[in-house]
């Protein structure tokens, strides 16, 4: 197991330290899948990237989280650091970015241009630092434990022979409240064995990987609240060599945000009124696919929505309070504030079936029935119907019909 490990890092570090020299030489497109269009303060940041920065980037996916000003961050697997000079303005001089990576030549080229970014953003003195070394061992490489807010990863995780290692080293250097949000490519089974050992499918992100049902079974372990989705999308590979060899198999590029609750927190139904000022989403927070909330708006939360945000950064950006009692069964969703009344809107709310809604955007009609049938059933009154991580695997079967 040792030695396939070694050889798996030496092999990701030659296709990206020397086979690979900018962006346009990848053989698939799985590291180039957008799930939606960047804001416009985070692409406003990208125009400030050094170009051989942005040139050497290989991620995938939308890795810029909300409510970054002074955060503490870490970027696993951060390449050239591209992800971390965008955060490194978003965060501001009193914030702070990290970036780890095992390849030394794209450290090498991240830190050959700290000061041209910090003159760029006006600052003083670095917000930003790079480090040489592996992402299953955050310990070695100096970082301590609950020294960061948020975690992030672009298109990484899969290339690590221990994605366990990953989550629970990131759990570790979290904070409680703390978010791991990343952006990877998943697969619609377990892989074969001639897939995992490919050279060049392990370099363009899709030899390792996760298996949809690995992720909530891994986050659940590790310590983290079950695995909320954010973006998905479809990865059409474009190669024919590449599609003669995976067959069968699909992959998507997802991204998902992962939680450090505190483990005495006591969930409870709340009602929620989004304060607005979050920069580049004053108006309207889209948390992940069940949720978006927009300025002054009422909305009914579930059990474990109302602890992610009572628990974590997004707390003082709302008001929160336990649900009143109402007349009707209906499911939490959203209520306006109109003339002093509380008013019944239209449900964004489809339980907590996070690995659904991708389903919805990947699988076809035949779960949308099956989604529709459910949200449809009557719902006790004063309780709140939620899937646990342990019952998410049942929905998967179906992931990529």
């Known amino acids: 197991m040792a030695a396939d490990a070694e050889r798996v890092y030496r092999e990701v570090q030659d296709y990206y330290g020397k086979e690979l020299t900018k962006t346009k030489d990848l053989k698939t497109n799985a590291c180039r899948t957008l799930a939606r269009p960047l804001p416009a303060f985070v692409r406003e940041a990208l125009q400030c990237v050094h170009e051989e920065v942005s040139a050497k980037y290989y991620g995938c996916g939308l890795v810029i989280p909300e409510c970054l000003e002074n955060c503490w961050i870490l970027d696993l697997g951060s390449g050239s650091g591209r992800d971390c000079y965008v955060l490194s303005k978003l965060v501001g001089k009193n914030g702070h970015v990290t970036g780890v990576d095992m390849t030394e030549a794209q450290v090498e080229v991240a830190k050959k241009h700290v000061a041209y970014h910090m003159n760029k953003f006006g600052y003083q003195k670095p917000n930003v630092s790079f480090i040489h070394g592996y992402m299953e061992k955050l310990g070695e ?17 899969n290339l690590s ?14 904070k409680e409240g703390g978010e791991m949000y990343f952006s990877d490519v998943y697969a619609s089974h377990d892989l074969p064995e001639e897939i995992r050992k490919h050279r060049v499918l392990w370099g363009e992100c899709l030899a390792g990987a996760l298996w949809w049902k690995d992720l909530y079974k891994i986050a659940e372990e590790v310590g983290f609240w079950p695995p909320r989705l954010v973006t998905t999308s479809r990865i059409t590979l474009a190669n024919k060599e590449v599609e003669s060899v995976v067959g069968d198999c699909q992959f998507v590029s997802a991204t998902f945000r992962l939680f450090k609750i505190p483990k005495d927190v006591l969930p409870q139904q709340q009602e929620v009124i989004y304060k607005g000022g979050i920069v580049g989403h004053e108006k309207e927070l889209e948390f992940d696919i069940n949720y978006k909330f927009k300025q002054g708006e009422v909305v009914d939360v579930d059990e474990e929505t109302a602890a992610l945000l009572q628990n974590s950064r997004f707390a003082s950006k709302f008001f929160i309070h336990p649900v009143r009692p109402t007349s009707d069964n209906s499911s939490p969703g959203k209520r306006k504030l109109a003339k002093g009344k509380r008013v019944r809107g239209a449900c964004k709310w489809l339980y907590t079936l996070t690995g659904w809604h991708l389903i919805l955007a990947v699988g076809g009609a035949v779960l949308l029935q099956e989604v529709r049938e459910k949200s449809t059933q009557p719902k006790q009154q004063g309780k709140t119907t939620t899937l646990s991580s342990k019952q998410v695997p049942l929905c998967h079967q179906r992931l990529f019909l």
């Open 161 to 174: 022979p221990d994605k366990r290692a990953v989550l629970r080293e990131a759990y570790r250097v979290l």
């Open 141 to 157: 490489a100096g970082l301590k434990d609950e020294s960061y807010s948020i975690v992030i990863s672009n298109c990484v995780v």
